[in-house]
């Protein structure tokens, strides 16, 4: 290297100490890098903005999509584009209630329909879980979440939970949380959504919850068959020309019913099994048990 060359560097080594320990260069370098953040920032709120317009015209595949690529993936993304994308996903599953003034609640993961409220939760597997509260006649009381629904965004797969199924029995026959009636629309409109998610591309499992279903099913409760509730469904029975009641076997009983449906009590191990056989008439074990209510102390005690 030349002499001069060596003079320039110096110079120039000479000029970026002085520039790093001038108060108006470095002063300078700190708005440059303030600067540069501020545009990155800005790039990534407008991005967010552009994402929330999109949800915002989005239809259900294609907010389906969204979920598999933002949430299965646990994207980067805002609070708001998140919730934002939920809403308007599970709005799209729960649209048949809207005739039933369905909105939004205060709690941002839960809708409030005419007969009870949806909570909307992921699970650990970025499955989508439904609760469901229903609405109670005495106001004193207040009816817990009960998880019904899990559905499976990847697989278009939906689970019903019959343990919750079989508790709104309960819930309407011995804590009288609800009357009959209610459990009744209540049936209605969760088979409507059912077929809801059936229309948007779901396999739903087949459960004691659909009604587009003969009833064909075997329960065992864990309570002893006991004489006095036998005998109030035999006394039913006779008292009614619809149906009939026969001993078929030792502790097997047969109780007929209307349009041939037929309902088997056997009494197996300390514990009450039942078979319901609808006869090819679709309906859910709701449908059933708000019909004949005489059967339900087999499977729920007071």
Same mark, same amino acid.
């Given at each position: 290297? @030349?002499?001069?060359?060596?003079?320039?560097?110096? /110079?120039?080594?000479?000029?970026?100490?002085?520039? %790093?320990?001038?108060?108006?260069?470095?002063?300078?370098?700190?708005?440059?890098? %303030?600067?540069?953040?501020?545009?990155?920032?800005?790039?990534?709120?407008?991005?967010?903005? #552009?994402?929330?317009?999109? &949800?915002? *015209?989005?239809?259900?595949?294609?907010?389906?999509? *969204?979920?598999?690529?933002?949430?299965?993936?646990?994207?980067?993304?805002?609070?708001?584009?998140?919730?934002?994308?939920?809403?308007?996903?599970?709005? %799209?599953?729960?649209?048949?209630?809207?005739?039933?003034?369905?909105?939004?609640?205060? @709690?941002?993961?839960?809708? %409030?329909?005419?007969?009870?409220?949806?909570?909307?939760?992921?699970?650990?597997?970025? $499955?989508?879980?439904?609760?469901?509260?229903?609405?109670?006649?005495?106001? #004193? !009381?207040?009816?817990?979440?009960?998880?019904?629904?899990?559905? $499976?965004?990847?697989?278009?797969?939906?689970?019903?939970?019959?343990?919750?199924?079989?508790?709104?029995? #309960?819930?309407?026959?011995?804590?009288?949380?609800?009357?009959?009636?209610?459990?009744?629309?209540?049936?209605?409109?969760?088979?409507?959504?059912?077929?809801?998610?059936?229309? /948007?591309?779901?396999?739903?499992?087949?459960? &004691?919850?659909?009604?587009? #279903?003969?009833?064909?099913?075997?329960? *065992?409760?864990?309570?002893?068959?006991?004489?006095?509730?036998?005998?109030?469904?035999?006394?039913?029975?006779?008292?009614?020309?619809?149906?009939?009641? $026969?001993?078929?076997?030792?502790?097997?009983?047969?109780?007929?019913?209307?349009?041939?449906?037929?309902?088997?009590?056997?009494?197996?191990?300390?514990?009450?099994?039942? !078979?319901?056989?609808?006869?090819?008439?679709?309906?859910?074990?709701?449908?059933? !048990?708000?019909?004949?209510?005489?059967?339900?102390?087999?499977?729920?005690?007071?």
């Amino acid at each position: 290297m @030349s002499t001069k060359e060596n003079k320039s560097t110096e /110079l120039k080594k000479a000029s970026q100490n002085k520039e %790093e320990t001038d108060p108006y260069y470095k002063e300078k370098a700190q708005n440059h890098a %303030e600067m540069v953040s501020w545009i990155a920032s800005a790039e990534k709120e407008l991005a967010d903005l #552009r994402l929330r317009k999109t &949800l915002l *015209e989005d239809d259900f595949t294609e907010l389906l999509n *969204e979920y598999r690529r933002l949430i299965v993936t646990d994207a980067a993304i805002s609070t708001v584009a998140k919730t934002s994308l939920l809403a308007y996903l599970t709005y %799209e599953l729960l649209k048949p209630l809207n005739d039933a003034t369905l909105k939004q609640t205060d @709690s941002y993961n839960v809708w %409030e329909a005419k007969y009870f409220s949806i909570k909307y939760q992921l699970t650990d597997k970025r $499955d989508l879980a439904l609760s469901f509260q229903m609405n109670v006649i005495d106001t #004193r !009381f207040e009816a817990k979440f009960m998880p019904l629904f899990l559905l $499976d965004l990847q697989e278009m797969s939906v689970t019903v939970d019959e343990r919750q199924v079989l508790e709104l029995i #309960r819930l309407w026959y011995s804590e009288k949380v609800f009357s009959r009636n209610q459990l009744t629309l209540i049936n209605y409109d969760l088979n409507r959504l059912l077929a809801n998610f059936k229309q /948007l591309g779901f396999t739903v499992s087949a459960s &004691l919850l659909d009604n587009t #279903r003969a009833l064909s099913v075997d329960l *065992e409760s864990d309570f002893p068959l006991e004489t006095n509730i036998l005998d109030d469904i035999f006394i039913t029975a006779m008292d009614s020309t619809e149906y009939d009641f $026969d001993k078929i076997g030792q502790r097997y009983y047969q109780v007929k019913l209307n349009q041939e449906q037929n309902v088997y009590i056997q009494s197996k191990k300390n514990r009450t099994h039942l !078979f319901i056989d609808s006869n090819n008439r679709r309906r859910s074990i709701l449908d059933f !048990f708000t019909h004949y209510p005489f059967f339900v102390p087999l499977i729920v005690r007071e």
